[in-house]
């Protein structure tokens, strides 16, 4: 796959997350996904996605740097959002906070395999 190809495949698969377009997740993400080393399967993807709406209801994932060298993307997610509760282990509580994450995928017949993720926690605790 060309990088520039890549590179619009994962744009299309943020406005999937950003639409909580569901059903189409499956166009992006292969049925053996694995995310930071554990295998969880396209279902076990989508219920994490699913829980992260529901814990952070005014979510919206923004590509701040994106790196394509098939069959893998680097991506700095940026974040400016109001989670409720607890949220990473911090007591948030609805305040908004703006954060990033550094993540990386790995691409397999045209679908996300791999996923590494970290998320800047400092950044969040700095704010709380």
Request: charged fraction near 25%.
């Amino acid at each position: 796959m060309l990088k520039t190809d890549l590179s619009a495949l994962y744009r299309d698969y943020i406005a999937c997350l950003n639409e909580q377009d569901w059903p189409k997740l499956k166009n992006f993400v292969h049925d053996e996904v694995s995310h930071n080393g554990r295998r969880i399967g396209i279902s076990g993807y989508r219920e994490m996605l699913e829980q992260d709406f529901q814990d952070i209801p005014d979510l919206h994932f923004s590509i701040l740097l994106l790196m394509s060298d098939p069959p893998y993307i680097a991506s700095r997610l940026g974040f400016d959002c109001t989670p409720k509760g607890n949220f990473l282990g911090l007591d948030v509580n609805g305040k908004r906070v703006s954060f990033t994450e550094n993540v990386f995928y790995e691409f397999r017949q045209g679908k996300i395999v791999q996923v590494w993720s970290v998320i800047d926690k400092a950044a969040i605790e700095a704010q709380i």
